[in-house]
């Protein structure tokens, strides 16, 4: 079955504290994003990946680090750095950079207490 | 302004009602559009993408307008299945970075 996970769903952290999200998929894309998305907005991009090695940040990288040492994964480390880590975290990739449909893992919540 | 606006809602509707919704885009280079449906608290999920000439799936109907720059949805025969937040996704060139730009969604509530 392709297609992307993510872990864990849920995830709480103490204040001060790095946490890293998972990412993979096996859909063979070369492209991958994260986004954050809070109560009534929209998804904003956090970082992208166009290739295995390569990342760029997004609208909102501050606080934030990735890194892409294989095409299936791309993790996200949420740093003791970002001030309002609480939201709900979504990877996505596609064929290839944009353009193209986005296939979403299904989320993880982080509650920073 | 914002890059990608859209009515919050929530859009109300019986079941078997038509429904649309509308979005508006501020970047008149704005080259792909895309509306996503979201499931509370599930990831998006593609609907449709939106062409130049408009464009049909079953009871969807999207719509594109340059000249306004708006783009909308339009749902036939709502089944309660359709209670969503619907997302209106633009992409627009930016130095080379081609992102996609999410709106906040429209949330459609589809009662018995």
């Known amino acids: 079955d392709g297609g992307i996970t993510q872990s864990p769903k849920y995830l709480f952290r103490k204040e001060g504290q790095n946490v890293t999200l998972s990412c993979e998929q096996n859909?063979?894309?070369?492209?991958m994003y994260w986004y954050r998305q809070d109560p009534g907005q929209g998804l904003r991009l956090i970082y992208y990946s166009q290739i295995v090695n390569d990342f760029q940040k997004g609208d909102i990288a501050e606080g934030y680090s990735v890194s892409r040492e294989k095409k299936e994964s791309f993790p996200l480390t949420v740093t003791s750095a970002q001030k309002n880590p609480t939201a709900f975290y979504l990877c996505?990739?596609?064929?290839?950079?944009?353009?193209?449909?986005?296939?979403f893992g299904p989320g993880t919540r982080l509650t920073v207490l | 302004r914002k890059e990608v606006e859209q009515d919050p809602g929530p859009f109300n509707v019986p079941e078997g009602a038509t429904v649309a919704f509308n979005c508006t885009y501020s970047n008149s280079a704005s080259q792909s559009f895309f509306w996503y449906r979201q499931d509370c608290r599930k990831e998006p999920k593609l609907l449709m993408s939106?062409?130049?000439s408009g464009n049909e799936d079953g009871r969807f109907t999207a719509q594109l307008n340059r000249a306004s720059q708006y783009i909308s949805l339009l749902i036939r025969d709502s089944k309660l299945s359709d209670s969503a937040t619907y997302l209106c996704v633009v992409l627009t060139p930016d130095t080379g970075r081609r992102a996609l730009t999410f709106g906040s969604g429209t949330r459609l509530q589809v009662q018995p």
């Open positions: 859909l063979n894309h070369d492209a």
């Open positions: 996505a990739s596609s064929i290839r950079l944009a353009g193209n449909e986005q296939f």
């Open positions: 939106v062409y130049s």
